[in-house]
C-alpha cells in the first residue's frame, strides 16, 4: 500500500473519529475514568488518533501574521479551482480558526490574484458557526471583487449578504461601478436595490449616490437622477451643492453655472462649498487657457460669494494657494496665506502641505523648513506622514538638494516615520547617487594647440603647393584608341 499523503491522512482521521465519537461511552474520552474500566478494543484503536487529531482541534499560540499568510498561500494555490472544493479544503485545513473581519481584511488584501477562490473563502467564513458576518465583512469582499471589475461575484455576495448587508456595503458596491466607470449600472443599481438586495432607499443612500457620481465626474448622471426621482425623495441644498461640484469636477462651468440659477430660482442657497467648487474650476480653467487672467476671474467668483452673503471658509483658501502655487507664483501663495487671518480663517494641513512642497520647488529650502516647524506648532504634526515626507524627499532629490534631502529624511525618522525597508526587516546601506545622464556636466575638449611652423618646412609646402599648380596647366596627352582593321 503506498503511503498516505498529508491529505489523505487528515481525512483518514477526521472521518474516523467521526464515525468512532458516536459509539463511544463520554467517559472513555478522558484517561482518569479509564483506568477503573477495561479498556474495549476500540478505544484502544482510538487512542493514537485523539493524540494526533490535537493540534488540528484548536492551536491558541498561532501567530496572526502566520495565520493569515497560511490562508492566503491555500487561496492563491489554483485561483481557478471551484470555490466549492476551496471551501471544503479551508474546512479541513483551516477548522480550528475563528474568522474576525481583521482577518479577512488582511487575507483580502494579501491574495490580490486570488480571483473566484475568493467566493469559497466568503462561503466559508459565512458557514462558521462561531462567526457572525456583519457590514464591514461584506463590504471587504464587495471591495475586493470591485478592484477586480467581478461584479457577478458582487451580485453573488449581494445576494448572500440580504439582511445584514449595510451602508458601508453600499457604499463600496456604489464606489465600484462608478470608478469602473459604469455609471448608468450605478443609477440601475439603486433603483433596484431594494428588491434585489434589502437596501433601503432613503435621502442618505440618494446623496451617497449623488456624491460617488459627482466625485468621478457624472454629473449628467446624477442630475437626470435626481430629477427623476423628486417625486419620491425631494433634494436638499446638500443634494444640489453635489451636483454644482460634480459639473466643476467635469470642467463644464456653464452648467455649474446654470445650476445654481436653477438653484436660486427655486429656493435653495447656495452653500460655500458650491461657491467653492466653482473657483476652482475657474482656477484651472484659467490655468489651461491663460493664466494671466486667474486673478480678475477668481476676483468675480469672490464678489459674487460676498453678494450673497457666503463667508469664506479655509477650503476657499486652500483652492486659490494650490492653484497658486501650480503656476509657480508661490511669492503670492504666501502672502494670501498671511492674510488668512483677516477673514477669521486659519490654515488647516492642507494649506501647509502644499506650500511646503512649494517651497522646496522653488528651491527655497529654509523656508521650507521654516513651514515645517510652523505646522507641527500649529498641531498638525500628525499629517506629517510616511508618505508626505516621501514627497518632499521626491521634490528636493529632482532638484538635486541630496545634502537637504538627507537631512529631511533623518528628521523623518526623528518624527517616528520609519522607511519601508526597514520597517520590513530589509537592510538598508547608503550608495552613491545615480545622476540622471541629461544633466551630467560633459567634459570640456581641449583644443591642442597648432605648432608654429619652421622656415625649412615652410618652404617645404610652399613649393609642392607650386609644383601642384604648375602641373595643372600642362596638357595632359591624349591616348588614342588604335582602329582595328
Known sequence: MPPLTSLQLRRFLLRSFSSSSSSIQPHLLFPHYSLSKPSTPHLLYLKPFLSLSKPFSSNPSQDPSELVQSLSAELLKNPSSDPLSITQSLDLSFSHITPSPPLILNVLNLSPDAGRTVLGFHKWVSSNPSFAPSDDT??????????????????????????????????????????????????????????????????????????????????????????????????????CDLLIRGWCVDGKLDEARRLAGEMYRGGFEIGAMAYNSILDCVCKLCREKDPFRLQSEVEKVLVDMDVAGVPRNVETFNVLITNLCKIRKTEDALQLFDRMGEWGCYPDSTTFLVLIRSLYQAARIGEGDEMIDRMKSAGFGDALDRKEYYGFLKILCGIERIDHAMSVFVKMKEDGCIPEAANSGVPVTPKAYKLDPRFVKKPTVVKKEKKRETLPEKMARKRTRLRKIRLSFVKKPKQMMRRAF
Open 138 to 239: 461584506f463590504s471587504y469582499f464587495v471591495d475586493y471583487f470591485g478592484r477586480r471589475k467581478d461584479f457577478k461575484a458582487i451580485h453573488d455576495v449581494l445576494v448572500d449578504g440580504r439582511g445584514v448587508a449595510g451602508p458601508k456595503t453600499l457604499a463600496a458596491s456604489i464606489d465600484r461601478l462608478v470608478r469602473a466607470g459604469r455609471a448608468p449600472e450605478a443609477v440601475a443599481f439603486f433603483d433596484r436595490m431594494e428588491r434585489d438586495y434589502g437596501f433601503v432607499r432613503d435621502r442618505e443612500s440618494l446623496t451617497m449616490v449623488v456624491e460617488k457620481l459627482c466625485e468621478h465626474g457624472f454629473a449628467s448622471y446624477a442630475e437626470k437622477m435626481v430629477k427623476s426621482l423628486a417625486n419620491e425623495i425631494f433634494p436638499n441644498e446638500l443634494m
